[in-house]
């Protein structure tokens, strides 16, 4: 996606939409209200529990949302054999993207061979199916990223994403640059976690994401018709409520 060219359309803007339910406390009676959000809103896809892949993809057949989900989640911390394991089983129960988390710890301690092969297990599990390796980068040094970075798409990985939304912090526009400047044009970049409305959906669009993983979806888009219809901002701010 040309992001400088980027038009700010219903289309466009759902078109880059990941909506995320991963909160462990969600009932299934909130799951099913996210997810029939998700519908209404038609977004590109949803991101859900492991646990709730087979029913989200029976609940929105025929919707045109895709369903993705987390590998790792939220630490990053379990094994490449699990983490393969946990693959197979999303892909078995029909999600159509993984969006797995780094091992942070070896990430922190420079141990990159094994940040890499890690990912890379995941990726060769995963086949065709794309994979998006979450850094976790409010616990990362910028040189961090760089080569986190560079070792998730060494290892095959379709996107380089900031963050699971629940460790402390999420995305920035000087991450998504740095993250964009990294990787090029070839490799995907999500900023994740944070983007509660609009004007930080565009400001990260415009720094280099061309996919924004948000439960903000609605309020987002939402105000994306205000200003079609007015042409103006309205004044609903952003959802505080989202992650």
Request: one cysteine or more; glycine letters at 10%; proline letters at 1%.
């Amino acid at each position: 996606m040309d992001n400088a060219a980027f038009s700010v359309t219903a289309g466009a803007v759902r078109g880059l939409i990941d909506h995320a339910i991963l909160k462990p406390e969600l009932t299934r009676s909130d799951v099913d209200a996210q997810l029939d959000e998700a519908a209404a809103y038609r977004v590109f896809s949803v991101c859900v529990r492991p646990s709730d892949v087979a029913y989200a993809v029976e609940r929105l057949q025929g919707t045109g949302v895709g369903v993705g989900t987390v590998i790792g989640f939220p630490h990053g911390t379990t094994s490449t054999a699990a983490k393969v394991a946990e693959s197979l089983q999303a892909l078995a129960d029909g999600a159509f993207e993984l969006d797995m988390v780094q091992n942070i710890g070896a990430a922190k301690s420079g141990d990159w061979e094994r940040v890499e092969a890690d990912v890379r297990a995941v990726v060769d599990a995963a086949g065709t199916t794309v994979v998006k390796v979450i850094l976790e980068t409010a616990f990362l040094t910028d040189d961090e990223i760089v080569a986190a970075s560079r070792a998730a798409q060494s290892a095959g990985a379709a996107f380089v994403k900031t963050s699971t939304g629940f460790a402390g912090g999420g995305a920035t526009a000087e991450h998504i640059r740095l993250m964009r400047e990294t990787v090029g044009a070839d490799t995907g970049v999500k900023a994740s976690g944070g983007v509660r409305g609009l004007d930080t959906f565009l400001e990260m669009v415009e720094a280099g994401a061309n996919r924004i993983g948000t439960s903000a979806s609605a309020r987002i888009l939402d105000e994306v018709a205000h200003r079609a219809e007015t042409g103006a901002a309205s004044t609903l701010g952003d959802d505080t409520t989202s992650y």
